[in-house]
């Protein structure tokens, strides 16, 4: 059982540094387009 965990533990890293990394791109190719919030 503990394996099983494991294992699926495991895909869900491997998911978000996947969806983290096509987010970053994607700020680099479109981050000038985006406004900033300012805080005052």
Request: charged fraction near 40%; hydrophobic fraction near 30%.
């Amino acid at each position: 059982m503990a394996m099983n965990v494991k294992q699926k533990d495991k895909e869900q890293v491997e998911y978000l540094r996947e969806l983290v990394h096509d987010i970053n791109e994607s700020l680099e190719r479109y981050g000038s387009d985006i406004p900033e919030n300012k805080k005052d």
